[in-house]
């Protein structure tokens, strides 16, 4: 059974998410008690053995939501004194690291303590960074083949549209009474991407500190090429990098943006466009949404436990965000609702592929 | 001395369906998805007070 807690737009306090926590704590510690009694049940004949293991079960699944809520909680604005107790964290985890090396960076990762340590080390950094200009790469963008399409539905539709591997940029045109409609998609970051990849790691730090990047300019190309003017419907969905990339292009102002939809994007890094409709799906157990630190309120974000246990970089993978999309739209909420019908395109359309090479001088 | 009792699992059952109780019950929570949320907390709620019955009766 998968959860889902919708976080933002709603009405919440963190208060409301630690006396739940509270309760769930409790209700695992009675039922820890029991699950130790229970241990020597199967020794009292078949049923009891049934009853043993029917609090086993019980156990874990009360020790499952706690978890969830523990999770949410981290992804969640906290008090200041959580917050300067995660900032002791974070020193300490530092002058260990400079103390005794890296090793014990990573002992710490391995505790599970190093998501905390990092977040505010990274909303630090990016407030006093110096202000670089905004990067002066070239980028070249090349049209693949294109092909035929049908609207995007869900949003598990448009998340499976978003490209991987060399293609970073999928852009879909539909032709109505009404004119022409566009769906961009946008690829992550590609960790093991060369200098000459627009979407390597570094186009993150170019976006975050400069306000522009590579990418963005690939993205922008791009869209000039398919034919998105300022004044057609544009929705944008993007996973990871591609997040940040779609909410920069939404709040520049210079595109007709119906909504921005985002999977696994760190989305403190950039400002929400608040006049438009979002939509950040983000796992809990994923490590890089939380580099964008604490969650504001203005948009609407869901977070949704993976489906399939996964952790760290799994929990970021594109795929691992389908089934928590799929979760979003067989709930019945009136918002996401309304946004779908308002998104939604009609007919065949043409989609187009782009891929982009940085040129110039790498950084 | 003499040592504390084990803890009744009944009893310890019961409580545990009191605090997922409690928290069904709290006022002050966060939207669309409650009703999901509080669906799975009910059947273990429930789960909890019928095993508590079953070892009443059983054991």
Known sequence: MTLVFPVRDITYSDDALRGRLDDLTAALGHGTTVAVSAATWDHGGVHRAVLAARVRKLVSEVARVRDAVESVLQTVPTTESARV?????????????????PFSML????????LPTLRPLFTYAREFAPQRPATRDEVVVTALPTTTSHPP??????????????????????????????????????????????WNASSNIDLAVTGSSPALQAVRAAM????????????????SQGGLIALALAESGDFTVDAVITVGTPVGVVPDATAIPTVHIIHPEDPIPVLGGFIERESSTWVVPVAHGERWFDAHHR?????????????????????????QSTGTGVALDYRAIRTGDPP | MAFPSFPDPADELDALAVALEW?????????????AYDAELTVLRDDARQIADELRTTL
């Open chain 1, 153 to 198: 539905r869900t949003l598990r539709d448009r998340i499976a549209r978003i490209p991987r591997g060399d293609t970073h940029i999928h852009i879909e045109r539909f032709n109505s009474s009404e004119g022409y409609r566009f769906e961009v998609f946008l690829s992550g970051t590609n960790f093991a991407g060369s200098l000459d990849d627009p």
């Open chain 1, 224 to 239: 000039d090429d398919a034919g998105v003017t300022r004044h057609t419907p544009v929705v944008l969905t993007g996973h």
């Open chain 1, 85 to 101: 107790t995660t900032l002791e964290g974070a020193i300490c985890a530092v002058a260990s690291a400079a103390l005794f090396g």
């Open chain 1, 107 to 114: 002992a710490t990762a391995w505790s599970g303590e190093l």
């Open chain 1, 319 to 343: 795929e691992s965000y389908l089934p928590s999309a799929a979760a979003l739209d067989a709930i019945d909420d009136p918002r996401l609702r309304a946004l779908r019908a308002a998104i």
């Open chain 2, 23 to 35: 928290t069904l019950h709290r006022d002050d929570w966060w939207g669309p998805a409650r009703r």
